[in-house]
């Protein structure tokens, strides 16, 4: 999980959501707004999967790559990432992976 400072307020999470700029993924799509600081969040729709503890599972592993990477390669902006159904299948390299890629597209443009 992402420290409280470095989670979105509504507010900033509606912002980044209208204005943000997209990157598709294989197993999520990546909006990114530029910022001073690094914030992040995580969305897995109802419309994935109806099992809670399982779209909570996908959620904190996000997190958690996100945490890891940032710890790699530090960077600033506000990301937030919407899982496809895709993502459920998906073992946490794959995952990783795909989310990894999804960073990286927003570097090199």
């Given at each position: ?8 307020t ?6 980044a ?12 799509t ?5 910022s001073?600081t ?21 959620r904190?592993?996000v997190?958690e790559i996100?945490r890891a990477?940032q710890?790699?390669?530090?960077r600033?902006?506000t990301?937030?990432f919407?899982?496809?159904k895709e ?5 946490y390299?794959?995952?990783?992976q ?12």
């Amino acid at each position: 999980m992402l420290a409280k400072q470095n989670r979105l307020t509504t507010h900033e999470f509606n912002t980044a959501f209208k204005n943000g700029r997209r990157f598709h993924g294989e197993l999520a799509t990546m909006l990114y707004m530029p910022s001073t600081t690094v914030k992040a969040a995580v969305v897995v729709s109802g419309k994935t999967t109806n099992i809670k503890p399982v779209r909570n599972k996908l959620r904190r592993q996000v997190y958690e790559i996100v945490r890891a990477s940032q710890k790699v390669a530090p960077r600033t902006g506000t990301y937030i990432f919407l899982l496809k159904k895709e993502a459920l299948r998906a073992n946490y390299a794959t995952l990783s992976q795909s989310i990894t890629k999804l960073l990286a597209k927003q570097l090199n443009t």
